[in-house]
Each structure stands twice: as C-alpha cells, then as structure tokens.
C-alpha cells in the first residue's frame, strides 16, 4: 500500500505544469527546429548583427560604459533570433494556447487542498490528449481549454468564424467526456462527469457569466475558481474520489511508459525551462560571485583568496559528480551548482590573468 507521502508526490507529478499541452509544446520546438534549418542564414544574422554593431562601437566609448554597451547589444542578438523564430515558425498562437492551458491548470491545483485531483494531459486516444482531468467532492470535470485574440461568443453576440470554432471545441470536449466515460464506466457508476470548456482571450469582458451550450458548460478563464467554488462539494464520499483517481493514475503510468517506449518525450515547461536554466545558474553564478568579493576584502593576501576560490570551484565539482544529486526533484540543486561552479571558475582565471600581467608585466 502506498504511503501518503508517495501519494502525494505522485499526485503532484500528474498535475505539474510539464504535463500541460505535451502535444503542443512538441509541435513548437519541431516547427522551431525546423524554421532554423531552412532559414537559419536570417537568424544567424540577427543572432550576430548586433554583436558587430558593438564592436564598431568600442573605439567610440570609453571605461566601463565600453562594456555595458558591448554587453547589451550582444545580448540582443540572442532576444531577436529567438523572437525572429517565434514568429517566421508561426508558433506564437500554439504558444499563446499552451500558456492558456497553464493559466487554467493553476486555478484547478488551488483546489487540491479541498480534496480535488488534477491530472493535466491524460492521453486516451493516439496523438491527442485531454486538457485537464478533474476528480473531486463535486465529481468528474473533463477540461478543455482554448485561447483566441478575438473575443468568445455570449449566448446574444458574437462573429460566425468565432460561433464555429466555438462549436468545435464543444465537439472536442464532448468526445473526451464520453471517451473519459467509456474507458472508466466501471469505477464511475452514477458519478457525474461534467464537460467544460475554459475560454481565454486577450479582451476579457468582466461582467461575462458562464453558461451552457449543448451540455457543455462555458467558462471564461477569469471565472474558473469562483465557479468551482460554487459547486456541491458532497456529491460523492473520499473514497470514491480517490478509487476513480487511483484507477485513472494507474492509466496514465501505463500510457506514459508506453509513450517512454515508442520514444515520446514531452517538454519541460517554459516555467521550468525559465526558472532552472536561468535564474537559478543565475543565483548560484551570483552568490559565488560575492562570496568571492567578500573573502578578498576579509583575506587581503591574493593566494589565500585564490586559494578559497580553487576550493569553491572544486567543491562544485564535487557536488555536481556526487551521485546524491541525480533524481529529478533535486534538478533545482544541480542547476544552481553549474551556476556557482562557472563562476568561482571564471573567478579562478580572473586571478590567474591579474597575477601572470603583474608578474610579468
């Protein structure tokens, strides 16, 4: 029998943001591949083009704004190739949907702590997947998401193009409610399975109310967690939550190693991609970075300062070797060392270029 704590962690797994829009976020990083192979003589352009700008630069600047110059135009050419790939790959929509999708899965996680289990991207079919899949007090909710630049119908208004797609999207729901059903029919018995669709849009109308079209209930993504918590939370006992989402969790292992085994890898979310590729290299980098200053004005000798910096490079190697740091819920751990690592090294051949230019100088 499985522990709480394995429960939970195994709950938390089902409903991270690396599940959200596993299909789409595939689709972006392929059509981004392959923009840059067919066109990657424009973004190696605009990659370098402002590097050049800077050095043509230097001999026009003096001191440190030289450098502050020079770095920030280099670090422009990065922002504009990837920018120029976004939007030559036509990815920006596909992305605008996954972060639609991530907005409403994090209105659907506040919900865990009243007994709500949240499975993001629950795969029934071949190459398509359900949004969100809801179990809790109130029963079965099948999510379905969608984002749009042009505003949603209303029950009074709204353009044809926009009623359609509309439509379809209640097609998509409705099809993954009666899949959902189908596939668990055992465990549900006469346990509700509500189909809703979740509606994000770049000029959300405040006053808009959710509402029902052919079964379906309409939510406008600002009123998803005031209309849950309108819902009969007694419905339906624990124990009957919690059977219907240990058989729906025992689907989704078997589904996902299978996907593992036909070579499917789903991307890590842009939060994550953000958060441990960036930010935290960027805090480890910075915290050598002071520890560093912070030893040469306590030790005023430079070999013993140089001495603590070669230690502080060498126990980040050592930390980043050691196998204790190898699962994945410790990847934060890892990345944060590459940072600390990369700096105390570039620290260490700091001094080093000092001391041989005055030792020889």
């Given amino acids: 029998m499985k522990s709480?704590?394995?429960?939970?962690?195994?709950?938390?797994?089902?409903?991270?943001?690396?599940?959200?829009?596993?299909?789409?976020?595939?689709?972006?990083?392929?059509?981004?591949?392959?923009?840059?192979?067919?066109?990657?003589?424009?973004?190696?352009?605009?990659?370098?083009?402002?590097?050049?700008?800077?050095?043509?630069?230097?001999?026009?600047?003096?001191g440190s704004e030289r450098w502050i110059i020079f770095s920030a135009l280099s670090t422009s050419g990065v922002w504009l190739a990837v920018i120029l790939t976004l939007l030559m790959s036509?990815?920006?929509?596909?992305?605008?949907?996954?972060?639609?999708?991530?907005?409403?899965?994090?209105?659907?996680?506040?919900?865990?702590?009243?007994?709500?289990?949240?499975?993001?991207?629950?795969?029934?079919?071949?190459?398509?997947?359900?949004?969100?899949?809801?179990?809790?007090?109130?029963?079965?909710?099948?999510v379905e998401t969608k984002w749009s630049s042009e505003p949603w119908p209303t029950p009074l208004s709204g353009h044809d193009f926009m009623k359609s797609r509309l439509n379809e999207t209640v097609e998509n729901v409705l099809r993954n409610r009666s899949d959902f059903v189908m596939n668990f029919k055992k465990n549900l018995g006469d346990i509700p399975v509500q189909a809703i669709c979740v509606l994000w849009t770049t000029d959300p109308n405040p006053e808009e109310t959710p509402w029902e079209l052919r079964g379906v209930k309409i939510i406008p993504g600002m009123k998803l967690r005031s209309w849950l918590k309108s819902l009969d939370s007694s419905l339906i006992t624990n124990e009957q939550v919690n059977a219907i989402f240990s058989e729906v969790e025992r689907h989704v292992l078997r589904r996902d190693k299978h996907d593992v085994n036909q070579g499917f890898v789903a991307q890590p979310s842009l939060r994550r991609l953000v958060t441990e590729r960036a930010l935290l290299p960027m805090v480890g980098a910075l915290f050598a970075f002071y520890l560093s200053i912070l030893t040469t004005r306590i030790i005023?000798?430079?070999?013993?300062?140089?001495?603590?910096?070669?230690?502080?490079?060498?126990?980040?190697?050592?930390?980043?070797?050691?196998?204790?740091f190898k699962p994945r819920h410790r990847q934060w751990v890892r990345w944060t060392l590459w940072g600390w690592t990369v700096a105390s090294g570039a620290v260490v051949v700091l001094y080093a270029v000092v001391v041989i230019r005055t030792e020889f100088a």
Avoid at 302 to 321: H, K, N, P, R, Y
Wanted: hydrophobic share 50%.
């Fill in 4 to 62: 709480s704590r394995s429960i939970n962690r195994q709950q938390k797994r089902l409903a991270s943001p690396d599940r959200v829009a596993r299909f789409a976020r595939n689709k972006t990083w392929n059509r981004c591949r392959a923009e840059l192979k067919n066109d990657w003589p424009v973004i190696l352009f605009a990659l370098i083009f402002p590097s050049v700008v800077a050095l043509l630069m230097l001999p026009l600047t003096h």
């Fill in 90 to 142: 036509g990815v920006a929509p596909t992305l605008m949907g996954a972060y639609a999708e991530e907005w409403t899965a994090q209105s659907l996680r506040a919900f865990r702590k009243k007994g709500w289990h949240l499975v993001n991207g629950m795969q029934l079919r071949s190459k398509s997947d359900i949004d969100h899949v809801v179990i809790g007090p109130s029963g079965v909710l099948v």
């Fill in 300 to 324: 005023e000798k430079w070999q013993a300062t140089m001495l603590v910096t070669i230690l502080f490079l060498s126990l980040g190697l050592v930390l980043l070797l050691a196998k204790y």
